[in-house]
């Protein structure tokens, strides 16, 4: 049976002022119930007027705003950071030797290549 605090809990859920357990519960309802899908689609064709004032807007960029303040704001590298990363990854063995294998293997085809 559907009475005048149906028509309310419709109305409440087109306009989605309800909290998440009143909404899932009025949800529940409409599954057993076709009159009040009946009413919510009332409410939605009464209310939809509602819309034609309104301009569509687009959705603001919420993401950096939220990784700034969950992470703080992104650090701006020069190439003085970069230059003293290379340096110190320089500093390794791990990078030093391999690189300078490189360089060396370059050097001797250059100068048996072209200073021959």
């Given at each position: 049976?559907?009475d005048?605090?149906?028509?309310?809990?419709?109305?409440?859920?087109?306009?989605?002022?309800?909290d998440?357990?009143?909404?899932?519960?009025?949800e529940?309802?409409?599954?057993?119930?076709?009159?009040?899908?009946?009413?919510?689609?009332?409410?939605?064709?009464?209310?939809?007027?509602?819309?034609?004032?309104?301009?569509a807007?687009?959705?603001?960029?919420?993401?950096?705003?939220?990784?700034?303040?969950?992470?703080?704001?992104?650090?701006?590298?020069?190439?003085?950071?970069?230059?003293?990363?290379?340096?110190?990854?320089?500093?390794?063995?791990?990078?030093?030797?391999?690189?300078?294998?490189?360089?060396?293997i370059?050097?001797?085809?250059?100068?048996?290549?072209?200073?021959?």
């Amino acid at each position: 049976m559907i009475d005048d605090d149906d028509s309310i809990a419709a109305a409440e859920y087109v306009l989605g002022v309800t909290d998440l357990a009143d909404r899932s519960a009025f949800e529940m309802r409409m599954k057993r119930s076709a009159s009040l899908w009946q009413m919510v689609a009332e409410w939605e064709s009464r209310l939809a007027g509602m819309n034609a004032e309104f301009r569509a807007m687009p959705a603001p960029d919420l993401l950096p705003g939220i990784e700034a303040r969950l992470f703080g704001a992104p650090v701006r590298k020069s190439w003085r950071d970069h230059a003293t990363a290379l340096v110190r990854a320089m500093a390794r063995p791990q990078v030093a030797v391999p690189v300078g294998i490189v360089v060396l293997i370059k050097a001797v085809l250059i100068w048996l290549l072209f200073l021959r």
